[in-house]
């Protein structure tokens, strides 16, 4: 399955709930203020160990936005928006953590 | 018509947002299509089938009751996040005493609720075709 | 692939709209089909012809438009919950006459339908992804 | 005491306009002044009166307008945003004209106005009481 | 000065942001699906302090409606929109945490 | 014109909704009002005066650098929560270099944005008279 989280991880709990409950084949994508998880910060260890199995994606676009580029914790792997439809085509069941 | 596993995942409470009754509107319409629908109720979404909602208070429609129609409508597949009911001091006893009549047993009356640990819900998310999230 | 699109948001007040409009133009430029878009909740707002952002600002509803995402008999498949739409204030011609409303908003790009058409595009498309709040 | 109120959510999606509205109306009850409701965001969805609620159901617009929240000159104080507004598709006649519509949404019983406005009443009030999402 | 939240803080972190900014004398209000955190539950303990000092304030009507009455933490005192007004009157510069 | 203490309180990032923009046009529009103005930046709202945004990539408008316009109009006690950066693993390095022209001291070029820890920025928002929350 596919995972997309919307929302920063300080300020709500979506990413949390995502993790509480994803299975040990799903990846997560993370798009708008969802990718201010994927930045070195305080934040980071929620998700350390699914990046280290490569299986956090962070949208591009939303990374640039938001200046943190060159801030990204280890291990995520960025999209575009075609690779984001790529992904859903590959992942089976998408799940929006809205 | 395919039978598709349908999943309705609620994660908010009754009358903050809009959400909880806009997708109870969708379960209703979708009991029509036979499809297999399962709905799932994590984090806050635990309180939209706690018993004792009283919207008089804030001038909204109270619409908690809709829930004991989905029986009816053979919609009996409610999962409940026991880790999320056990964060908020709740416990099945708090929630509503939802039922269908199960034609496979002699229209036995069966709980329609299911409190299923997060690691259970993982599995029944798994095997879905499409999630709709409210 | 056939994909369908959730929208649970308006546009401009949350990013919804803008991410699921750069995904489906995405999708349809790798080949793939968009079955429908379903707009629901606040996301009827995104059928508003009414609507005026600055010149110097993406139109968000000229952008749904101009994907041009029709069924074969050539209807709009960007769907707008009927429901949700009354409730907001968001009409086409026909429930406005039905209402007596001197007045109506609706794209010509968009049609009004009932909830059934979001449960037929789960059924009929390979994926539907959801996008809101 | 004078009151004013910042509205950032449009009706039936957040509670914020309901809290408002009854915030409001209690106000209104125990003497005091509601000096203006300022609507922001989309908040400037709470004065479509093309809204159609289903009937067993509030109505949050005529909620709105039978509060009668208008100046000394009769002038209505519920303030709906013109650049928010416009940019949702929540049109006056006047804008409407200016822009080449052939229709507008506005309820009589709010006006177009600007940012201003919401400073205006920051300045002219004892309090401003904001609801959001 | 008087704080609203109004949002869950098992949902967002408003609640917890008010905390950390909040001084000694002012007093919050919980309203919507904010009065969630004015029940008995885990995340209780944030504002069991503020609540035994008399600063905790929940809409009733919100609290009904979402059926938490006969669960509320202690101390917690419920106010109608006729007492919220009140609150707003005595109590100055109203700040929100939307 | 009564002078009144406002408060600008942003707790979002720039671009996942519509408040951080709607929140600068007010701003804006304040500084033709001369009260005393004041933003506050906490929790993802620090997002909103990073360096290096660029929002090509999501087809979106990036005002970012309106915010440099601030200090033409007097607008320069931008306030950013010292533990909400530290949070989010950013610095004032990390923070746009907002300036504003001090008339009172031969109009020196001073920077606008003050790291405060939450405890001055708890006494800052007690001397308000408004504030607007976004």
């Not at chain 1, 596919?2 to 993370?30: G, P, Q, Y």
């Not at chain 3, 878009?37 to 993406?58: I, K, M």
């Not at chain 3, 949700?84 to 009004?112: Q, V």
Request: aromatic share 8%.
């Amino acid at each position: 399955m596919l995972h997309t989280v919307n929302k920063s991880s300080f300020e709500r709990n979506s990413l949390k709930s995502c993790l509480n409950i994803i299975d040990d084949t799903s990846v997560i994508l993370l798009i708008e203020d969802g990718v201010i998880s994927a930045a070195k910060n305080t934040n980071a260890p929620m998700i350390a160990d699914l990046a280290a199995q490569g299986r956090v994606y962070a949208l591009q676009g939303d990374v640039e936005a938001r200046g943190i580029s060159s801030k990204l914790a280890d291990n995520i792997k960025l999209v575009d928006y075609a690779g984001f439809v790529d992904l859903v085509v590959e992942h089976g069941t998408a799940v929006s953590w809205v | 018509m395919t039978t598709k596993k349908f999943m309705y995942l609620n994660r908010r409470s009754s009358f903050g947002t809009v959400y909880a009754i806009e997708s109870l509107e969708v379960v209703l319409i979708a009991a029509a299509f036979e499809q297999d629908v399962s709905l799932a109720f994590i984090d806050d979404g635990v309180y939209q089938i706690v018993e004792g909602q009283n919207a008089d208070g804030i001038g909204m429609k109270n619409f908690s009751k809709t829930f004991h129609a989905l029986g009816d409508y053979e919609i009996n597949k409610l999962y409940v996040s026991a880790e999320s009911l056990e964060q908020r001091g709740l416990s099945s006893n708090d929630l509503m005493p939802l039922v269908y009549e199960d034609e496979d047993d002699d229209w036995a009356e069966k709980p329609s609720v299911k409190v299923v640990s997060n690691a259970q819900l993982s599995k029944i998310m798994s095997e879905q075709d499409v999630c709709l999230s409210f | 692939m056939k994909i369908s699109i959730q929208i649970n948001e308006g546009p401009y007040q949350h990013q919804a709209s803008d991410t699921a409009y750069q995904f489906a133009k995405a999708a349809i430029e790798k080949g793939h089909e968009i079955f429908r878009v379903f707009f629901y909740h606040d996301g009827v707002n995104n059928a508003s012809r009414f609507t005026l952002p600055p010149q110097d600002d993406r139109n968000i509803v000229n952008q749904w438009a101009e994907l041009g995402i029709k069924n074969a008999d050539g209807e709009p498949e960007l769907v707008v919950c009927i429901a949700a739409a009354l409730r907001r204030g968001m009409l086409d011609e026909s429930e406005a006459s039905k209402n007596g409303i001197d007045g109506n908003n609706i794209h010509p790009a968009f049609r009004i339908s009932g909830l059934g058409q979001l449960i037929e595009a789960g059924i009929q498309s390979d994926r539907l992804v959801v996008f809101g709040d």
